[in-house]
């Protein structure tokens, strides 16, 4: 369906509304679609549900597509991110038609627009434009999977081999294909979604978490921390209070292949990789990679709350003593009478870049980011101010949406 420049007129006219009410609109829209398609429960995450952190993100894709509509393209690198993310979810094209269907009857029912409006139409040609895209881009990341050794396409059962305890927070899931059959090489950086029964629902649930171990290994490791309800405010994650509380060793999950476009871009490269809490847990898995097959330095700096907090800490320090390309610098916000500085933490309170040595930050290099949302923002600001160009800089999102630049 072919946007005429008339209807793109008309979409472009409801940005005002989009800013202003667009998540009241989109509330309303998954509400609606899940209350009509109650399957898809098991699709979406309804803890973003519960926040409002989907339907906040989901407002701000559609004012962005209404504001580039004469050029979608501009979008491109959010339309990655976001294929990526459906292609983990094992979202198909024809869940397109039935977004698309509730998501013009919300604009009708929430705005007091006829379906048969110019505007609806307007919005289904533009719907469906974008779906197309969409759907192409997902088609040609569901091929590669098929084609890849090891992978495959959908949901794959699972067995928790190992689980182990990193921190106060932080436990490590040990996975292996229950059908005993090989596993890909992925990307060190890349995420897999993991999906279980949460009896609270009644219904499975699925949560991305990135894969903090290297490829060429016989298993999938991923590190989640246990969302603290009474912590700054959150509630539990349905998924990481399951894997935490009722998930054990020898139980099944379902998994669908590793995805995602945080990977490094240069391995050959100087890397520095910057994260805070659990956000280290891709940047474990670039370091013990380029630790193995780069001759260049890797500098590797996180922050965490304290050492109780401090998830996978052996293992990086032991990559960093065996090998002298890994620099290695850990901040502490709060520090205890045990800690000793130098040997578990290097600063303490909060970390900012520009107090670190010119040597740490190389114009140069290749810049990683992942922790909070505000945290990735105050860092990438941070670095350009010490000179870093921003195409150097890439961050991970483990939440919904993307950074805000």
């Known amino acids: 369906m072919m946007l005429t420049e008339q209807q793109k007129v008309l979409v472009k006219a409801t940005v005002p509304i989009l800013r202003e009410s667009g998540v009241a609109l989109t ?18 995450n309804m803890g973003h549900q519960r926040s409002g952190a989907q339907a906040s993100a989901l407002a701000g894709a559609v004012l962005a597509y209404a504001e580039n509509i004469d050029d979608p393209m501009v979008l491109a690198p959010v339309v990655e991110l976001i294929c990526n993310k459906h292609v983990s979810l094992n979202i198909q094209a024809p869940d397109y038609n039935i977004v698309g269907e509730n998501l013009l009857y919300s604009i009708s029912e929430v705005l007091s627009i006829p379906m048969d409006a110019p505007l609806i139409d307007a919005w289904k040609a533009a719907y469906f434009q974008l779906a197309d895209l969409f759907i192409a881009t997902e088609k040609k990341l569901y091929e590669e999977q098929a084609a890849k050794v090891g992978s495959w396409v959908g949901w794959r059962n699972f067995v928790v081999d190992k689980k182990v305890r990193e921190s106060n927070e932080v436990t490590s899931y040990y996975f292996v294909p229950e059908d005993g059959k090989a596993i890909p090489l992925f990307k060190p950086g890349q995420y897999v979604t993991v999906r279980v029964y949460v009896s609270e629902l009644g219904i499975k649930q699925p949560r991305q978490y990135s894969l ?45 292949a590793p995805i995602g476009n945080f990977v490094l871009v240069n391995p050959s490269n100087v890397n520095v990789l910057i994260s805070a809490g659990v956000g280290l847990t891709p940047m474990v898995s670039m370091l013990k990679s380029l630790s193995n097959q780069s001759s260049k330095a890797v500098h590797f700096i996180h922050t965490s709350r304290g050492s109780t907090a401090h998830a996978l800490r052996d293992e990086v320090k032991g990559i960093a003593s065996s090998n002298d390309t890994v620099k290695l610098h850990i901040n502490y916000r709060n520090i205890s009478s045990t800690d000793v500085q130098g040997e578990d933490y290097h600063t303490h309170g909060h970390l900012n870049l520009n107090d670190l040595s010119a040597d740490w930050l190389p114009a140069d290099a290749d810049y990683y980011l992942c922790g909070p949302i505000a945290f990735m923002q105050e860092k990438r600001k941070e670095l350009v101010e010490f000179g870093i160009s921003n195409d150097r800089i890439h961050s991970e999102a483990f939440s919904t949406g993307g950074v805000p630049a």
């Open 27 to 44: 509330d309303y829209f998954y509400k609606r679609m899940l209350n009509n398609n109650p399957e898809l429960k098991e699709t979406f």
């Open 212 to 256: 903090s171990n290297m490829p060429g290994e016989d298993f999938l490791r991923i590190s989640v921390k246990r969302e603290d309800p009474h912590q700054e405010g959150q509630n539990p994650g349905y998924v990481s209070s399951t894997l935490h509380n009722i998930i054990n060793e020898k139980d099944v999950v379902e998994l669908t």
